[in-house]
């Protein structure tokens, strides 16, 4: 069997931020297995602008962004194999891969780095009624269509949900001439960035509707129309609020899962919140030398944010590798609970002793919060308060903890995140 | 000029054909729609029942238990997945538990084999999911499931191995009979003449028999709402879990597939549209609050499609297996509901036998008794997967990822007799798209694939044949070059 230090399943953003932060720290012998044709991920159908923001200081394409690391990788000399699919992933991390020049052949890893990506909701999982026509496409799928394929679905669009993705091909239908007559959105508020409200939306006169569903589909071979109907708290539709839309096709952004099927293959322990692996504060999974970046990890808004998220996973990755497996787990081991409107943290437990001088937690609010705080408790004590002007599902926030504060903490089990009104 | 011609290739007509691909006798079946099981084959419990249900006395007791018999074998022949998981009907109300008795007396007077009633106690140690108010159960061994799709498509696929004719997109309009007894059946795609005719027609059966004949049926489409459920709660169940049934049917059950996913449905809702195949919200929440009576903890969130089916109910439930009075050499398979899909291989045994006689039928000396089905390289260990891949490397191209299926599979969907031609068909032959993203990944995938083997523009794929196109034109710019 051929072994490498480090395996990294996934060459979008995130494995090519992993496996160049690993190489950074030194290990020679890492290995990138993508599924699709050539590197970079998600990010080469994302061909609009407002990538790289922070990493950067400029705005990128999804592409440009995604060449900036696969430069990376180039230059690093770290090895990638395309067409790959990675078809399991064993406990003792013997990772299985596939493709048409390889064959099936297995790997034994060192450590592994799970950065397989998000996939969308589908139509099936939001049990909308109607017919099951042609014409309704995940978004993410209807850009592919359009900016890697260059076929245009349809003329006159519907948008159910106000996911990023839907966002975006509100803009890109419409700049292609299509119609897009509404999104309807479920929530009273967006799932989406406010920039992308502004930018692709308002700027181009589509309205969105906020608390709407769509609550029929008509065509039995192709769509010919939707209605969609307001729902009240329950989101369940309020009769007599039904609006009927011709159109030829609906659009779906409705949110995002990870992909996690080898994450469950391997067995690692998962957060049925974000529906991605429990890691602790080196973003590795309860099995010791797998570690999990990215979209795989929870459903980010910001690509800088996955990319920085990767570095610390090839980090954590690299340190494994030359600690040979050996990592001291120390008792001092702290648990983060996410309560009073935060649905998750990332990472779920720090580890005084292993920890960074600086300790990012990423989480998101289950609700819009206007005026509100943020608090960190340190066990039952209130340690920070920061007032948030806005807060909203659709975007991730996140708080640095200092190593040398939590250790000035006598007996410190529990850090608590939670949404104060004062 | 055909010696039989069979109108529609759903489970009965293409169980016909094969039956009649065993004799010298040129045969043809008409299918209005693009591909074999478009309609009430395709959407349904894809159970194989034992046969306790129906009628004592009744044909459709009788094709049940037959079919039933028959099924382990045919699906050997075909290379098809079945199995025999057993069902359960589960009693939740203690002064129902008679009814139990009476379907077990009814099940043993059909012919049912194994059939046992079960305690509480019994029924919970086969299945710990049941609801906490179970009282018993009738456990019927002999129960099983299968994929519907496959079962149809192998059936034709072997019956036109065996020189059987399909014509697809041929809808039948107009039949008509000739002074010399020849059947003239007028299509949107020329005339077809026929000896005779078997009208396989599923919701459509009345339609057709009342072309030909004054003794008018009535088919009402009943329809019936599923959800289907991601493979990681499939096992949820082991049995088939009915509840007690009623007079609209045998309830709202909760299954696991052939494949690994759960199954529940179908709600019953009597219509007048022959294609009101649509799902509605009041279907699904009633099926979801129906289901949980009988299994507790159903994992509702994890759904990752609904589709609703029809099922072609006939007013006395029977099936009308027979030759017309009034119109001589014409066959009707009507009223073809559930058990339908059990049945099939007994009607097409019974309407084959009745036709070998009538038409003095001789036997193929070199009948193709079996049907190769789509290699499934997940079944290979990893070193013949290796060798696969050597021979055929496109086996080592994944296209579907949910479900793991690979280009290899994909091509011999579409190069294999009576191969798929658009995005459904491929899926309803390989599963590819039929994964929990719901082809959102692989649908351009296998567009492309389907644009590359058959020459057609990427503008005239379909999801399901007809108009269900799938992109419109291309974007600005690209008319004329590669994107």
């Known amino acids: 069997m051929i072994s490498y230090d480090i395996v990294i399943i996934g060459g979008g953003p995130a494995g090519l931020a992993a496996a160049v932060s690993a190489r950074n720290c030194g290990v020679e012998n890492i290995l990138i297995l993508e599924r699709d044709k050539e590197l970079g991920g998600i990010l080469n159908q994302c061909i609009h602008n407002g990538f790289g923001l922070h990493t950067f200081k400029e705005e990128l394409t999804g592409p440009e962004y995604a060449d900036r690391f696969i430069q990376k990788v180039l230059d690093l000399g770290i090895e990638y194999r395309l067409n790959t699919m990675v078809m399991d992933i064993s406990e003792d991390r013997v990772v299985t891969a596939m493709s048409r020049e390889d064959g099936m052949y297995q790997i034994q890893a060192g450590a592994v780095v799970l950065a397989m990506g998000c996939r969308e909701r589908p139509r099936g999982a939001l049990n909308i009624p109607g017919y099951r026509p042609a014409g309704i496409f995940s978004a993410g799928t209807a850009q592919r269509l359009v900016n890697i394929e260059g076929y245009m679905p349809g003329r006159e669009v519907v948008i159910l949900g106000s996911g990023d993705i839907g966002l975006i091909m509100a803009r890109r239908m419409t700049l292609e001439g299509a119609i897009v007559k509404v999104v309807a959105e479920l929530m009273p508020y967006s799932g989406g960035l406010k920039r992308n409200i502004v930018q692709c939306l308002n700027d181009f006169h589509i309205p969105l509707k906020l608390s709407h569903t769509v609550v029929d589909i008509e065509g039995k071979d192709h769509i010919t129309a939707v209605t969609i109907a307001q729902v009240d708290s329950h989101n369940k539709p309020i009769p007599g609020t039904e609006e009927r839309y011709t159109c030829d096709t609906l659009l779906l952004s409705c949110g995002l899962i990870p992909e996690n099927e080898l ?42 944010y996955v990319s ?66 943020v608090s960190v408790y340190y066990n039952d004590e209130r340690m920070v308060h920061i007032k948030k002007k806005i807060m909203a599902p659709g975007e991730m926030e996140r708080i640095m903890l200092q190593r040398n504060r939590l250790l000035k903490e006598e007996d410190l089990k529990t850090i608590t995140i939670k949404i104060e009104a004062e | 000029m055909y010696d039989v011609i069979i109108i529609g290739a759903g489970v009965t007509g293409s169980a016909v054909a094969r039956e009649l691909s065993r004799y010298n006798a040129s045969v043809c079946v008409l299918e209005k729609c693009e591909d074999v099981c478009e309609g009430t ?58 009814g139990l008795k009476t379907l077990y007396d009814r099940g043993i007077k059909n012919g049912v084999k194994e059939l046992r009633i079960l305690t509480r106690e019994e029924a919970l140690e086969l299945e710990p999911n049941l609801s906490d108010n179970v009282e018993g159960a009738l456990y019927a061994p002999t129960s099983g499931i299968i994929c519907p799709f496959l079962l149809n498509i192998a059936m034709a696929e072997n019956a036109a191995d065996n020189g059987v004719d399909f014509r697809f997109n041929t809808k039948v309009e107009d039949i008509c009979r000739d002074d010399k007894g020849i059947w003239h059946l007028r299509t949107n795609n020329g005339e077809y003449k026929a000896r005779y005719v078997v009208n396989a027609a599923g919701v459509s059966a009345d339609v057709i028999h009342n072309m030909v004949s004054e003794n008018k049926i009535h088919i009402t489409p009943r329809r019936g709402d599923y ?22 049917g045998k309830g709202v059950l909760v299954s696991p597939t052939i494949h690994g996913n759960l199954i529940v449905g179908p709600t019953a809702v009597d219509l007048q549209d022959k294609e009101g195949n649509n799902t509605t919200a009041a279907g699904i929440s009633d099926l979801i609050a129906k289901a949980n009576d009988h299994v507790k903890n159903l994992p509702m969130r994890k759904v990752i499609t609904s589709f609703a089916g029809l099922r072609a109910h006939e007013a006395n439930h029977e099936f009308i297996i027979k030759e017309v009075e009034d119109a001589p050499h014409f066959i009707d398979c009507a009223g073809i509901e559930s ?36 290699l499934n390289p997940q079944e290979l260990t990893l070193e013949e997967r290796n060798e696969l891949i050597k021979k055929e490397p496109a086996y080592g191209n994944i296209i579907c990822r949910c479900e793991s299926i690979s280009e290899g599979e994909i091509l011999d969907a579409i190069h294999r007799t009576l191969g798929a031609r658009s995005l459904d068909g491929v899926k309803r032959r390989t599963r590819a798209g039929m994964g929990r993203c719901q082809a959102g990944f692989c649908s351009p995938r296998v567009m492309e694939i389907l644009h590359r083997e058959l020459g057609l523009p990427m503008e005239e794929i379909t999801k399901s044949g007809g108009r269900s196109t799938i992109v419109l034109e291309r974007t600005k710019g690209t008319n004329g070059g590669e994107a």
């Open chain 1, 263 to 304: 994450s469950n293959k391997a067995g690692v322990k998962m957060n049925p919140v974000t529906n991605g692996p429990i890691v602790n504060e080196g973003l590795e999974t309860s099995i010791p030398g797998i570690f999990a970046c990215g979209n795989v990890l929870h459903v980010h808004d910001l690509v800088d």
């Open chain 1, 308 to 373: 920085e998220e990767a570095e610390r996973a090839g980090a954590s990755a690299a340190r494994f590798v030359q600690a040979d497996g050996k990592i001291e787990r120390s008792e001092n081991v702290v648990k983060l609970i996410a309560t009073d409107g935060v649905r998750y943290t990332v990472p779920c437990t720090i580890d005084l002793n292993n920890m960074d001088e600086l300790q990012t937690v990423h989480f998101r609010v289950g609700a819009v919060y206007t005026n509100c705080y």
């Open chain 2, 41 to 98: 084959s395709k959407a349904n419990s894809a159970i194989i029942h034992a046969g306790f249900d129906a009628a004592e006395g009744s044909l459709m007791a009788k094709m049940n238990v037959r079919g039933n018999e028959m099924m382990g074998k045919l699906a050997e022949d075909l290379d098809i997945p079945f199995k025999r998981n057993g069902a359960m009907v589960v009693c939740i109300h203690k002064e129902a538990l008679d």
């Open chain 2, 227 to 248: 959800c289907l459920l991601d493979k990681e709660v499939g096992n949820h169940v082991s049995h088939t879990i009915f509840p007690q049934p009623t007079k609209l």
């Open chain 2, 339 to 374: 058990p339908g899909l059990t049945s099939c291989p007994a009607i097409g045994e019974m309407v084959g036998e009745m036709l070998k006689e009538k038409m003095s039928l001789t036997e193929k000396e070199n009948w193709i008794s079996k049907r190769k089905g789509i």
